[in-house]
Structure formats: C-alpha cells, structure tokens
C-alpha cells in the first residue's frame, strides 16, 4: 500500500516534531546504543532497534544487532507503529496480514517476530520506535511489553534532555551576545565621553592625552566587535585583520593594505593581536607617512605581525621596552607578553619607513 494511504492524521506537525529533536543522521551514541542492547538481551532475540520515521525512510539512531542504517519507509512495521499509541505486536509475521507485504518478511531478511513501542512526545507525536526483531515467531508476555515500554520512555527521555540542552546552550548563546553587544555600546559611550571632555575649553595640555584615550577605548571597541563576529575556536587572522583595518582606514584617513598567510590562529589570541594591530596602525598613521602595510606571516613555529608606514623617522636607538617608550609601546609589548612574544622594530627593507613587529609561538 503507497505511503499517502497510511499517514499519521497529524503527519506534517509529527515530521516538525521530527526535525525539532534534530537527531537524523546524527551519529551514534553509546546511552541509545546500550538500551538496545538491554531490550535484546531482554527479550532474547538478535536485534533491537531505535528508529526515526523520516518522510520517506526509516532512519535507524540505535541498531543492534542489524548493520544496516536505514530502509524505506513501507507499511507493515515501524511506519505502521507510530499510527498509534499502544505497542504494536507481530508475533508471527507469515500470518498477519499487517506485515505480509513489508520487504523484510516477504524478501531475503525473513523477518518473522516485531514487536514495538513508539517514542512519544510530550505533545502527542510519535518520532520513530523502539523496537525488537528476531526471524523466529514468538509469543510475547505483558511482563515484556511492560519492559519495551520502560526502555522508550528512557529514549524519550534522553531525547528530551538533548533538546531542553540544545535549548539551553541557544540561549546562552544568545544572552552572550547581548551582553557583547552591551559591553560594546558601553566602550563606544565611553570612548564619547573622553573624546568630548579632549575638546573642553579647560582641559589644557590633557586634551591630548583625553584624546588618546578616547581612541583607544573605541579601539577596544572595534576589536571586540570584529571579534565576536566569529564564533568558531579558530579564526582566520588575516580576514580578521582585513575586517579591522578597513574600519581603521575609514577612521586615519589613510590607505591600509593588509596581507599574508591564511592562518587560522586560536580565538583566544585574536583579541590581543587586533589590539596590537590597531595600536601600531595608529601610531604608524600619527608618526609615519604614506602608505600603511600590515602583513602576517606563519612559519613552521612561528606568526608574526609585522606594521610598516612609509615615513622618514629614524628609529635610531630606539627601544620599545625602555622605560621612556610611550604609552601606545607599553600596551603593545604588554599584549605582545600576552601572547608569549616579542616586539621589534625597525626600518622596511628599502629604508623608506618604520617597521615594528611582533612574532609569537603558533598556537599560542
């Protein structure tokens, strides 16, 4: 008989259900795989199976017993259990009519004995079975049904766990995003308010100092937005990289180029980088000229962030960890520690510019 004839009255709310709990095609896990095993050995019979009623499959989560992951979804067995809500018995399959026409007992497999409970919802829908098969007819007794019964409700309660989990880890999720977003909004007022108190008329010489704070605190902003745009353990730094610095060319006024190896650097270690990536644009911007080049290069142990302007400055002497570096060289070398590195300066290899660099063990 074609599917379309024995579909449950609530099929497409059921198949919602079914996508909800989201566990075809998931892979297998060892609390379903040791239930069948236990409803097995329970009834004495070679497999046992929890299965997903797919719109057109029957999807096997647990199989005991069976190496096989899937079938079609044709009446007689699991796709006719879940038209009801009471277990559904097949002692012997050569004389039910239910059953006679169902591939596994009329082909090769010669099934003969199937008996089910359906995984039920709270909301009344039945997502698949569990169920138990041996190629033997067999009587079954109360005691046994009573015990398939027991095992599906621990199905459906391992399913029911794994969804309010799915639930809880979304809201967490989302809730930290908020909070990302709360603490951004924040930087960004504070970052408003230095820079408004910078162009009061009795500041004095702290107008400039006001001033730099105001942009550092928005760049701490930047970066922490650039950085939770990107939710994975790993991220492309040069992307990461290209994303900050078209802000930061808007902001200077100044053409930034960025380049280098697609590395993937560990979340944790972007935030320190894009920090330090836009305190030396910045200070490239204020004190150099001309174009502004930020490279990272991967080698075998080894990144490497390099910032380079085109000025004429002389870095003669010059000592980013000495006492009288100014502030904008103490946070870089500080968040260069962060990362278990150094930071070097320089001039570019044609000698038109500075260069600073910071290289940092991979993976740190």
């Known amino acids: 008989m074609p599917i379309a004839e024995k579909l449950p009255p609530n099929e497409a709310d059921r198949l919602a259900a079914v996508r909800r709990y989201d566990i075809l095609d998931s892979p297998p896990d060892g609390a379903f795989d040791r239930i069948t095993a236990l409803a097995a050995r329970r009834f004495a019979v070679p497999i046992a199976i929890i299965s997903i009623v797919d719109e057109d499959r029957i999807w096997f989560k647990s199989h005991h017993g069976l190496p096989v992951q899937q079938i079609g979804r044709e009446p007689g067995l699991c796709a006719s259990a879940i038209l009801g809500n009471t277990p559904y018995l097949v002692e012997d399959a050569k004389k039910d009519p239910r059953s006679l026409a169902n591939p596994l007992v009329a082909g090769d497999f010669g099934l003969r004995f199937y008996a089910a409970v359906p995984l039920t919802t709270s909301n009344g829908h039945n997502l698949g ?17 009573e015990d398939l019964k027991g095992l599906a409700s621990i199905v459906m309660d391992q399913l029911e766990l794994r969804l309010s989990a799915r639930h809880a880890v979304a809201k967490a999720n989302l809730m930290a995003k908020e909070i990302d977003h709360r603490v951004m909004n924040s930087l960004q007022f504070v970052s408003g308010l230095l820079a408004m108190q910078s162009r009061s008329p009795n500041v004095g010489e702290a107008a400039e100092h006001l001033e730099q704070a105001a942009r550092r605190v928005a760049a701490v902003a930047q970066v922490h937005r650039h950085f939770y745009a990107d939710s994975a353990n790993e991220i492309s730094c040069v992307a990461y990289l290209r994303r900050l610095c078209d802000e930061l060319a808007a902001i200077l006024d100044r053409v930034i180029v960025v380049e280098g190896n697609e590395e ?101």
Not at 129 to 145: A, F, G, M, S, Y
Not at 302 to 309: E, H, K, P, T
């Open 129 to 145: 079975t569990l169920c138990v098969i041996d190629k033997e007819p067999r009587l079954i007794e109360n005691e046994q049904i």
């Open 264 to 364: 993937m650097v560990p979340a944790t270690s972007i935030q320190p980088i894009g920090l330090i990536a836009n305190e030396l644009v910045t200070n490239a911007a204020k004190h150099g000229a001309g174009r502004i080049d930020v490279a990272f290069r991967a080698s075998a142990d080894s990144n490497r962030l390099i910032v380079c302007d085109e000025g004429k400055g002389s870095l003669d002497g010059f000592d980013p960890y000495a006492a009288t570096a100014g502030l904008g060289m103490r946070v870089v070398t500080t968040l260069a520690r962060q990362l278990q590195g150094t930071l070097e300066a320089g001039r570019r290899a044609d000698g038109h510019g500075a260069c600073f660099t910071v290289q940092f063990p991979r993976g740190g």
